[in-house]
């Protein structure tokens, strides 16, 4: 027998991990093909222009997608339950980010990032990977913070863990002002949007759509076979 507890990957996670990632593509980049002739607009305040590039926390925002990794696949093999809910909530949040992008299309002025320098390199290619729009909510700040809530819930690793998460997800928001990718507001939206999606998910039980999709595939796949049944006459 296979043993489940050997898997990186629960069975049951397949599903919420593809639609979590396909959902995330869609939204994040399908949605400029409608804003790229729209009107963008800068939500920075005053206390952004007191916040400086700081070019050493560009290695905490690039290695944040390794840790999202990381959470979301404790999550998802702390229990189906848990996987289904959490995956559900971040459906919900890209959801609401699909119609923050498109209604409020967003930009902002980056650094002048000086030259020379690794660091500055990687802020620099940063830049040219991804465009300056689509910033509120942040979604840099609403996955972390995702992973931190999804560690208070899981049970089967160390108490630290969720300790370490909130450590993180706190570091990671201040990358996205501190490489100058997002402004503060984004981060309010992004902590905000990310306990709306949760809040949702856990109230109408929305995790149980995973179980019902699976079900019916595997159904379509492996139909129940007809049992002719035999009556026996007297």
């Keep these: 027998m296979f043993d489940m507890k050997k898997q990186l990957i629960p069975r049951y996670a397949y599903l919420p991990i593809v639609v979590c990632l396909v959902w995330n593509t869609l939204v994040y980049n399908m949605t400029r093909f409608f804003t790229n002739k729209m009107t963008h607009y800068d939500f920075s305040i005053k206390l952004d222009s007191y916040i400086p590039y700081v070019s050493s926390f560009v290695v ?6 390794a ?3 990381i959470g979301f696949l404790v999550f998802a093999k702390e229990s189906r339950s848990l996987c289904n ?3 559900a909530a971040e459906f919900v949040c890209k959801t609401i980010c699909l119609f ?6 967003t930009t902002m002025t980056r650094a002048n990032v000086p030259s020379g320098g690794v660091l500055n390199w990687l802020t620099n290619a940063v830049y040219s990977l991804d465009q300056p729009n689509n910033l509120f909510p942040s979604i840099h700040c609403m996955e972390s913070w995702i992973c931190f809530r999804g560690a ?3 049970k089967k690793v160390h108490p630290m863990y969720s300790k370490v998460w909130f450590v993180l997800a706190v570091l990671i928001c201040m990358s ?3 490489v100058k990718q997002h402004v503060f507001v984004d981060i309010i939206g992004g902590i905000v949007v990310a306990e709306i ?3 949702l998910s856990k109230k109408f039980n929305l995790g149980r759509a995973y179980d019902v ?3 019916k595939f595997i159904s379509f796949v492996r139909p129940k076979k007809k049992t002719n049944k035999v009556v026996l006459k007297k």
Excluded: A, H, K, N
């Excluded at 905490?60 to 997608?65: C, D, F, K, P, R």
């Design 176 to 178: 996205t002002v501190f």
């Design 67 to 69: 840790l999202w990794i």
């Design 60 to 65: 905490i925002y690039v290695l944040s997608y």
């Design 197 to 199: 999606g949760l809040f």
């Design 100 to 105: 923050c992008f498109v209604i409020i299309p």
């Design 213 to 215: 999709v699976r079900y």
């Design 152 to 154: 208070l819930r899981c």
């Design 85 to 87: 809910e959490l995956f």
